[in-house]
């Protein structure tokens, strides 16, 4: 009985764990739509590395563009109280990673993700991955 106890309280928690990723994930992607990211990518990890479980690729128009998607990004996971670990990169290198644990979100300029193809890297054999 007890070990039954365990096993279902640990399967709450890991329902719990999920449900609060797919919260920050919609955040995420709602920031983006809001400040018009182009195609928006979500890429399921959980399979292929323990650094996060989900990562979502976006591309902007500008430089300009890239830093308010980033700042937009990190704003509405705060107000839902949501930590973000670490911002990298800066809008006139092409690329933005926005580090919220679960959830990593890079935001880049067209000719740097075509040339990075993070996609293609992290979707090697999965073709359950979708666009948002």
Known sequence: MAQE??????????????EAVDRLLEIVLAALKDIKGVNIRVI???????IT??????????????????DNVVLKAKQNNYPVLGVEG???????????????????MPETREFYALEKLWSVGDLDNASA
Not at 5 to 18: F, I, Q
Not at 44 to 50: F, H, I, M, N, P
Not at 92 to 104: K, M, P, R, S
Request: charged fraction near 25%; proline fraction near 0%; avoid cysteine.
């Open 44 to 50: 399921d990890v959980r399979g292929l590395t323990s």
């Open 5 to 18: 106890n365990r096993m279902t309280s640990r399967h709450d928690k890991e329902n719990a764990d999920y």
């Open 90 to 108: 800066e809008a006139t290198t092409g690329w933005i990673l926005v580090d919220l644990a679960d959830v990593v979100v890079h935001v880049m």
């Open 53 to 70: 479980d989900r990562m979502v690729i976006v591309s902007a128009t500008s430089s300009r563009h890239l830093r308010a998607l980033a």
